[in-house]
């Protein structure tokens, strides 16, 4: 045996074996701490009102979809959140309960992903959606002349927060400048 090995008078073990499972219980506390501190870092998710799917595979290009036909509430507000907008502009008579919504989730807008707020009397949903080149978000104001020739008639542009009874939905392809990608636009029917 080396000479600097601790022995246990008893068990011949040595004091090594007898630190290992305290290390082993320390280092599992830690680690358990280290995850449960991690929960308060993410939002708040709550079940998505409206599904991507429905926008991807259900609505067609050049299709309107009115929003009410989707999430079943009979009146309220829509609000479109764009990339890396995280509150909504004071134009709406909602806009601060709204806001004080989004900083209550610590809502961060960023360039991936664009949200789609359903602003009811009593609460508020939020569905956040993932921008890919199947389905991305177009703002009025990017879109080019002759992708505007291909928007319905009775579409037209709205503020972030419009009403339920007129919002909707259209689904444009993209010029030639972006790639095949496909937009949704929202708006109101007139």
Not at 13 to 26: D, E, G, K, N, S
Not at 83 to 110: H, I, T, W
Request: glycine share 4%.
């Amino acid at each position: 045996m080396p000479a600097n090995t601790l022995v246990a008078p008893s068990r011949g073990r040595t004091m090594l074996h007898r630190l290992v499972p305290i290390r082993q219980a320390l280092l599992l506390g830690y680690l358990s701490i280290f995850a449960l501190s991690l929960q308060g870092c993410f939002p708040r998710r709550s079940p998505q009102m409206i599904e991507r799917n429905v926008f991807e595979n259900t609505l067609k290009i050049g299709q309107i979809l009115p929003l009410r036909n989707l999430v079943k509430v009979p009146h309220g507000l829509v609000c479109v959140l764009y990339p890396y907008q995280d509150r909504v502009a004071e134009n709406s008579k909602e806009s601060a309960r709204v806001n004080a919504y989004l900083r209550s989730l610590d809502y961060m807008g960023e360039e991936v992903s664009w949200s789609l707020l359903i602003v009811e009397p009593s609460r508020i949903s939020i569905s956040r959606f993932r921008r890919s080149p199947r389905l991305d978000i177009l703002l009025w104001s990017r879109i080019h002349d002759e992708s505007s020739a291909r928007l319905p008639n009775n579409f037209v542009e709205s503020l972030d927060c419009f009403s339920l009874a007129s919002a909707a939905v259209t689904k444009i392809d993209g010029d030639k400048s972006s790639s095949g990608r496909i937009y949704l636009v929202f708006g109101e029917m007139k």
